[in-house]
């Protein structure tokens, strides 16, 4: 049984920065890769970034809306995952979620992730 606990949302002014953590447990945590999503009400459910697994030297990919500002780490000692958003823009605010995928990689679908978060808000005021 794997769960995953995030934390660090809130409110913050455009062009601020924000650091979501999301802690594990239950499962080899360096095995699997690791992403964050965000969904905001009335649409689907967004990739935002995504870490592979310590034998995949832990390549990081991130949507295009992201790459640049976001920074995707873990740390698999203390089976964390973090998403560092800098340069935060209004579009940004969602709820955010973290997930495991129970492979080394994947891709950036929503169904290849099989464990999930609560979700943490975050909003971005103007």
């Known amino acids: 049984q794997v769960q995953l606990v995030e934390s660090g949302g809130g409110l913050v002014q455009a062009g601020g920065s924000l650091r979501l953590s999301c802690a594990a447990s239950?499962?080899?945590?360096?095995?699997?890769?690791m992403g964050w999503f965000r969904h905001v009400p009335g649409k689907e459910r967004e990739f935002v970034a995504a870490?592979?697994?310590?034998?995949?030297?832990?390549?990081?990919y991130y949507a295009d809306s992201v790459k640049g500002r976001f920074t995707i780490s873990r740390d698999n000692a203390k089976k964390m995952v973090y998403l560092q958003m800098n340069s935060l823009k209004p579009e940004d605010t969602a709820v955010y979620y973290c997930?495991?995928?129970?492979?080394?990689?994947?891709?950036?679908?929503?169904?290849?992730?099989?464990?999930w978060g609560q979700g943490t808000q975050v909003t971005v005021s103007s």
């Open positions: 997930a495991l995928n129970l492979n080394a990689v994947a891709g950036t679908r929503v169904y290849e992730f099989a464990y």
């Open positions: 239950g499962r080899t945590f360096s095995s699997y890769c």
């Open positions: 870490i592979r697994s310590s034998a995949e030297n832990s390549y990081t």
